[in-house]
């Protein structure tokens, strides 16, 4: 299998990445949903048992999306940051030396409701940052799912994952891209951010990632 799909929305093609992320050809754009840098940072603060390296391995696969394809505007759709003890210094000092390794990239983030509660990046990282939605060609790029009343939503919030049925009561949950009418839901890319069960809805299609690729499910 492939490390990423192309599929037709709205007269334009998207690529579908393993990664957990979609690549824009036509604007050589990278569209990321749902990376909550600093989440496991600010679970600790508050006393819980979580992984630590999270931030290193969104990090990390960052770098791996923008070696491997031609990008030159890297966008977020919403919730960069997850919670204002996200602004912890181990965090934010490994944010920023990953910026400096792509000084020339433009980046925008387009607030979302973690976005609100954290607070904006720090100016030093040279983040745009814009309310939704942010127009791009066909596409409403949001947080929120909500539909637009001209332009084909990509959106992100939800984290949707699908789950999969084998013999033998044989069950596995994936994140996915869920792909409807009018609007697109985008996995969650950062890592320790889980998921919501989508319920698949008549005319719509669902792209599932794992094992570094991504297949339609049937």
Not at 86 to 100: D, F, K, M, P, Y
Not at 163 to 177: E, N, T, V
Request: hydrophobic share 40%; charged share 20%.
């Amino acid at each position: 299998m492939r490390p990423y799909l192309s599929i037709q929305l709205a007269g334009a093609e998207l690529w579908l990445l393993a990664e957990k992320a979609v690549y824009y050809p036509a604007e050589r754009a990278l569209l990321i949903a749902d990376a909550h840098f600093g989440k496991a940072a600010a679970y600790r603060r508050l006393g819980q048992p979580v992984p630590h390296g999270t931030t290193d391995d969104n990090i990390q696969r960052l770098d791996n999306l923008l070696a491997g394809y031609d990008c030159k505007h890297l966008i977020f759709l919403g919730d960069f940051l997850h919670a204002p003890e996200s602004h912890a210094a181990g965090t934010l000092s490994a944010i920023q030396a990953w910026r400096e390794r792509h000084a020339s990239l433009a980046i925008t983030l387009i607030r979302g409701n973690h976005d609100r509660r954290a607070g904006d990046p720090p100016a030093e990282l040279r983040i745009e940052v814009v309310p939704e939605p942010l127009l791009l060609g066909p596409f409403s790029l949001q947080h929120e799912p909500d539909p637009h009343s001209t332009h084909y939503v990509l959106a992100g919030h939800v984290h949707p994952a699908y789950r999969l049925f084998g013999r033998g009561r044989q069950r596995l949950r994936l994140p996915c891209f869920y792909v409807q009418s009018n609007v697109s839901l985008l996995p969650a890319f950062g890592a320790f951010t889980g998921g919501m069960n989508i319920d698949r809805q008549e005319d719509s299609r669902v792209f599932v990632v794992g094992e570094g690729a991504v297949w339609e499910a049937g």
